[in-house]
T-cell receptor, first 111, second 115 residues
Framework: GQNIDQPTEMTATEGAIVQINCTYQ??????LFWYQQHAGEAPTFLSY????GLEEKGRFSSFLSRSKGYSYLLLKELQMKDSASYLC????????????FGQGTELSVKP | DTEVTQTPKHLVMGMTNKKSLKCEQH?????MYWYKQKAKKPPELMFV???????INESVPSRFSPECPNSSLLNLHLHALQPEDSALYLC??????????????FGSGTQLSVL
């Protein structure tokens, strides 16, 4: 089986930095994805980690520790448009390689 | 073209109606997916097609019937739905199914309401 946990909601201030955590338990781990989803829109790909460490892409970075079953998404220089739901998803090779999504973290960026 | 296009964007149907959701991509992807998403919940996988063959059916009720006429098209036929089936239905595609860093490209979804 699998279990993916993220905080339900977070609030941060424009221009600040926010870290969204994700913990997972899965038997066939083969990669972790972060997606951004604005209300009523499609999820869009942000990052992918399969090895331990930090992947940086502009204002967004994602970190993975496989031994701890832990990832975080770091958003710097927050902008109002970053208000969205952030979904952590794990690829499980013991379930045919399908993506299992966490419940998502609703981020609100305030002025 | 890096888009997955879904139609219609909104659909209201009665419990005795038959309707179809459509999805199209022209990225040369060989895997296509249907997900169901309730408000403030994560997407839940329904079906996966790989090379136009159904590879995963997540024990979805038979009132949902997927079809993959060719590598660019994916349909979801709906019949005798229940009000609890009201949700956002997302189509996605990837180059291959279930491989490593294969990321999913999602369509913007069909918001379905069953009355």
């Amino acid at each position: 089986g699998q279990n993916i946990d993220q905080p339900t909601e977070m609030t941060a201030t424009e221009g600040a930095i926010v870290q969204i955590n994700c913990t997972y338990q899965t038997s066939g781990f083969n990669g972790l994805f972060w997606y951004q989803q604005h209300a009523g829109e499609a999820p869009t790909f942000l990052s992918y980690n399969v090895l331990d460490g930090l992947e940086e892409k502009g204002r967004f970075s994602s970190f993975l520790s496989r031994s701890k079953g832990y990832s975080y998404l770091l958003l710097k220089e927050l902008q109002m448009k970053d208000s969205a739901s952030y979904l952590c998803a794990v690829r499980d090779d013991n379930q045919g390689g399908k993506l299992i999504f966490g419940q998502g973290t609703e981020l609100s960026v305030k002025p | 073209d890096t888009e997955v296009t879904q139609t219609p964007k909104h659909l209201v149907m009665g419990m005795t109606n038959k309707k179809s959701l459509k999805c199209e991509q022209h990225m040369g992807h060989r895997a296509m997916y249907w997900y169901k998403q309730k408000a403030k919940k994560p997407p839940e996988l329904m079906f996966v097609y790989s090379y136009e063959k159904l590879s995963i059916n997540e024990s979805v009720p038979s009132r949902f019937s997927p079809e993959c006429p060719n590598s660019s098209l994916l349909n979801l036929h709906l019949h005798a739905l229940q009000p609890e089936d009201s949700a956002l239905y997302l189509c996605a595609s990837s180059l291959l199914a279930g491989k490593g860093n294969e990321k999913l490209f999602f369509g913007s979804g069909t918001q379905l309401s069953v009355l």
